[in-house]
Nanobody, 128 residues
Framework: QVQLVESGGGLVQAGGSLRLSCVAS????????MGWFRQAPGKEREFVAG???????YYGDSVKGRFTISRDNAKNTVDLQMNSLKPEDTAVYCC??????????????????????WGQGTQVTVSS
């Protein structure tokens, strides 16, 4: 079992920045692949970013160049630095985890169904 707890959400003006953090417990963190997803009201869950055990990163097209995912295996945390925020970034952001995979990682990391463990989420609201 893996427990995930997110923090760092809030209200920010367009163009501003926020940093989300997710702390994991219950399994060896370094063996996990970690992802961030978001879901806005009335919309499907969307892949935001992922990072594997080695630190390789993956990003959704809508956030590439603005968001940065990072992990600290000593602290069991994965962070999402969000810059140049836009109103369309408003959503509940959830951290997800699974045992790191072998093949097709670049594809699988973007699929919410590939992750076994999920946090409760944190609200991010970007005002125009």
């Amino acid at each position: 079992q893996v427990q995930l707890v997110e923090s760092g959400g809030g209200l920010v003006q367009a163009g501003g920045s926020l940093r989300l953090s997710c702390v994991a417990s219950g399994r060896t963190f370094s063996s996990l692949i970690m992802g961030w997803f978001r879901q806005a009201p009335g919309k499907e869950r969307e892949f935001v970013a992922g990072v594997d055990w080695s630190g390789s990163t993956y990003y959704g097209d809508s956030v590439k160049g603005r968001f940065t995912i990072s992990r600290d295996n000593a602290k069991n945390t994965v962070d999402l630095q969000m810059n140049s925020l836009k109103p369309e970034d408003t959503a509940v952001y959830c951290c997800a985890a699974d045992s790191d995979w072998g093949g097709l990682k670049g594809l699988r990391v973007r699929l919410s169904g590939e992750y076994e463990y999920w946090g409760q989420g944190t609200q991010v609201t970007v005002s125009s």
